[in-house]
């Protein structure tokens, strides 16, 4: 029997938001493994010392990969050293603008703002608008008409996923949008989650942003070459792929609809490198439900919930092998996710799926 | 403020540098004590969505929202970072014969 492919409206402003509200999933109570306090309060202790270390790692390795690249510019090995460069200034950037603007990467609470800031503009990300859309995200995590953050629909769009190894969908978005915020203006959905009070900060960043824009162009028409801007702004474009990766394992392939974490985010098991540029949030699971915790302490976070999660992928291609193969499914059965058999020592999960998915396939669509 | 002082738990019961939820009636609160020693008390709920306070860090003087890091001034209940934007109320505290006790309007 052909299935027949439904679409929703993924849209803030569409009927998905108001039916999430209906059934309630707005704003909801989440599923939290259970973890003694005193434990909790060890592993939400926050520290300076790990993100100062990191901080000064990234940048010294940014400096050292763009003296490379500067001396290869001209050359075939500049490819490789701009790949190097863009990759470590874009991964890190998308972690450390998402870690500092939950405020727990550094104790001192500047110093999140700070490299908040700084990141922010690294990966292009308005800053103001994008702590707002964060912080839907982790109210509302993966839930249709709620999460602006859903990287793709069912059926997936796979344009928008190939676009982005270059931050070929997002980035013109985003690009938009600040055009748009320079004049003082924004897009209807923003307003959906940025509230009316922020809005000011919104336009003070975007004529920053413009600026630092304009001072690169007149860098690049002042020595001829795109050069400069091979240094900030595009690397954020030809840099993306290993942001693109590692978001595509956070939520892709499994439940939209619920509100039990380990329904909808998966944790994969990664080395020390990947684990630096992703500041440990392939703990996803455990970030997501405990966002309390800062990077350094995922590690344990995940120790102490290992027995009430389903087992983590164990590494970023098995993980991505998982996403593609959900996807291609997805393709034909937009209702297909992947199900994880939980541990025996883990509470049930919090879901309703027989209920969730009837109430789906009767849906006026 | 007028109201009645209502006990809440011994004072041992919280932590130093510590929250707890207290319900009263229809009402919830969250009552803290910091690494001073000093007890204070406010709504339980936080101002920018409805996850209570209880679950959250507290660190000198400040509590952090469990839901997504807003942060308060707990003497005063200002709203200190963002996404929190609206002050929490807050409620005299006293201790009395080892015991914390709110004022509840
Ligand atoms: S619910 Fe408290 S910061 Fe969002």
């Known amino acids: 029997m052909a299935i027949v492919v439904q679409k929703r409206d ?12 209906e059934r309630g999933l707005a704003a909801a ?55 190097a460069y863009g990759t470590f200034y874009a991964s890190p950037g998308d972690s450390r603008w998402h870690e500092c603007g939950h405020g ?40 249709v008409g709620r999460d602006p953050e859903i990287l793709t629909e069912r059926p997936p769009i796979w344009k928008i996923i190939v676009m982005q190894i270059f931050h070929l969908y997002g980035g013109p978005i985003e690009i938009k949008r600040f055009f748009l915020h320079t004049v003082g203006r924004m897009e209807v959905q923003e307003k959906e989650y940025i509230p009316p009070t922020e809005h000011h900060k919104v336009f003070r960043e975007a004529r920053v942003y ?47 609809d619920v509100l039990d974490h380990r329904l909808n985010s998966r944790t994969v098991y990664m080395n020390r ?4 540029l992703y500041w440990n949030m392939n703990y996803h699971v455990e970030h997501h439900m405990f966002p309390m915790v800062p990077y350094h302490a995922l590690p344990k976070l995940h120790q102490e919930m290992k027995s009430d999660c389903p087992e ?54 | 403020m007028s109201g009645e002082w209502i006990e809440v738990c011994a004072v041992d019961e919280i932590e130093e540098e510590d929250v707890i939820r207290f319900d009263h009636g229809e009402r919830t609160f969250a009552v803290y004590r910091t690494d001073k020693g000093h007890f204070y008390a406010s709504d339980g709920y936080c101002t920018h969505e409805k996850f209570h306070l209880s679950n959250g860090l507290v660190m000198g003087n400040v509590i952090e929202c469990p839901k997504h890091n807003g942060r308060f001034d707990i003497p005063t209940g200002a709203a200190k970072r963002a996404p929190v934007c609206v002050d929490l109320r807050t409620y005299p505290v006293k201790v009395e014969s080892d015991s914390v006790f709110i004022k509840i309007d």
């Not at chain 1, 993924?10 to 509200?21: D, N, V």
């Not at chain 1, 001192?108 to 990141?119: K, L, P, R, S």
Request: proline share 7%; aromatic share 14%.
């Open chain 1, 29 to 83: 109570e989440w599923y939290a493994t259970p973890i003694p306090r005193a434990k909790m309060k060890e592993l939400m202790k926050r520290k300076d010392g790990p993100a100062i270390r990191d901080t000064l790692i990234w940048f010294a390795t940014l400096i050292v990969l763009g003296y490379l690249a500067y001396l290869s510019w001209g050359t075939w090995w500049s490819i490789l050293a701009f790949f």
């Open chain 1, 273 to 276: 490198v990947f684990r630096f």
């Open chain 1, 10 to 21: 993924y849209s803030l402003t569409g009927p998905e938001g108001k039916r999430a509200e």
């Open chain 1, 104 to 143: 727990t990467a550094f104790k001192t609470q500047w110093m999140n703002d700070v490299v908040y800031q700084i990141a922010s503009f690294m990966v292009l990300r308005s800053a103001t608008p994008w702590r707002w859309s964060h912080a839907r995200h982790h109210t509302d995590t993966i839930i």
């Open chain 1, 210 to 256: 413009l600026l630092i824009f304009a001072a690169v162009i007149a860098a690049c028409i002042y020595t001829g070459s795109i050069l400069p801007a091979m240094f900030i702004v595009l690397p954020s474009f030809y840099g993306n792929l290993i942001v693109l990766l590692f978001g595509m394992t956070q939520h892709l392939g499994l439940y939209e």
């Open chain 1, 312 to 365: 983590a992928r164990p590494g970023l291609w098995a993980a991505l092998k998982e996403v593609i193969g959900a996807l291609r499914k997805q393709k034909e059965n937009p209702a297909y996710v992947v199900v994880k058999p939980l541990p025996p020592t883990a509470q049930p999960y919090m879901h309703d799926f027989d209920k969730q998915t009837e109430q789906r396939s009767q849906m006026p669509l």
